[in-house]
């Protein structure tokens, strides 16, 4: 069978996607295992089998609904969780198998916004079945390393291969986090000489991406804690330490995010403070430059620049050309004095 063969994934509908890897009871891995015999997977009770599906479309797939039904008989509420709605993290207990909600982060690189990607699991005693409505960078990786050590990577059982998934996720979270701080860093650098409405808007849209990773990691947290601590079936006690590995981890990135939304708001001060020290300057050269015209302001408006025929007829004993040059020297010569002056007395 060609490499192209194996790789490919098996279409079930117009959009949606699926494949399974499949290692069987004597340690056989199968990496392109027929959808239509799953059944056989999940009856022999050996092995480990790994179902993912990718629904690209704005609607369930119905093909996939009718396998997580009919095959693994998942309870329907599961299935419609699954399928027709997004939740919060969280993570349901149905005896036989668990159903959980997990988020992966990644952030925009254009626009900054944070974007959460669905991953919907269903986990049972020897098969992982993984549902989400885009491609996830974290599965494939996992995918790719499966295929690249074909012996090792399923031999601990479809828990173990959850946690892998699971940690991959977090890593991704953190990087977007890691995204996060460099967007802070840049902006604080340019703060000083790039000022203006685009700043602010990357600074709040930042400002949002840390608040839904801090709003998104509380449930995650508690998710992680339960497959730590809590005695599901599905769960093997030995393999409990790396859920805690990865809860730890959670908590880590949790308070690190709790710690950007302090950096950002710091940030924000300081552009505020920086607009209104720049508001401040401006409307001192603005009074400074009042200021020296007013008394060019009121030579023009007592003398009304009638020089030449003045009903005062001042002309009788001063010359016109006289008061016309005095006014003007006057005029030109008391900004200059009142400059002098405020530069003297230290206002700029």
Not at 182 to 210: N, Y
Request: charge should be negative; include cysteine.
């Amino acid at each position: 069978m060609t490499t192209e063969a194996v790789n490919a994934p098996s279409v079930v509908g117009a959009t949606c996607l699926a494949r399974a890897i499949y290692r069987d009871g004597a340690g056989e891995l199968h990496l392109n295992w027929p959808l239509d015999r799953l059944g056989e997977a999940v009856r022999s009770g050996a092995g480990t089998l790994w179902l993912d599906i990718e629904n690209q479309a704005d609607v369930p797939c119905s093909v996939a609904e009718r396998i997580l039904r009919e095959v693994f008989r998942f309870h329907p509420l599961a299935v419609e969780d699954a399928l027709r709605e997004t939740h919060v993290p969280k993570i349901d207990d149905w005896d036989g198998y668990l159903y959980l909600v997990f988020h992966a982060s990644r952030i925009d690189p254009e626009t900054d916004d944070l974007r959460l990607q669905e991953l919907d699991v269903f986990l049972g005693p020897n098969y992982l079945v993984t549902y989400h409505e885009e491609p996830l960078e974290f599965l494939t990786d996992a995918r790719r390393a499966i295929e690249a050590d074909p012996r090792d990577r399923m031999k601990d059982g479809a828990d173990h291969l959850l946690f892998r998934f699971l940690d991959r996720s977090v890593d991704q979270s953190l990087d977007a986090i890691e995204t996060l701080d460099d967007r802070i860093d840049d902006l604080q650098d340019a703060m000083m000489s790039r000022m203006g409405p685009e700043t602010l808007q990357q600074i709040f849209r930042i400002k949002r991406a840390a608040i839904q990773l801090q709003k998104n990691f509380a449930p995650q947290r508690d998710v992680l804690n339960k497959l730590a601590r809590d005695p599901y079936k599905v769960v093997q006690e030995k393999h409990r330490v790396y859920f805690r590995d990865v809860y730890d981890h959670i908590v880590r990135i949790h308070d690190i995010s709790e710690g950007l939304r302090d950096l950002i708001a710091g940030t924000l001060d300081t552009y505020l403070s920086v607009i209104s020290n720049r508001t401040n300057e401006i409307m001192k050269t603005l009074t400074v430059v009042t200021v020296m015209f007013l008394p060019m302001s009121f030579i023009t408006g007592f003398f009304g620049m009638n020089f030449f025929g003045s009903p005062l007829e001042l002309d009788v004993w001063m010359p016109k050309w006289i008061m016309f040059f005095g006014s003007l020297f006057a005029m030109v010569l008391s900004p200059v004095a009142i400059l002098a002056m405020l530069k003297r007395w230290g206002w700029f």
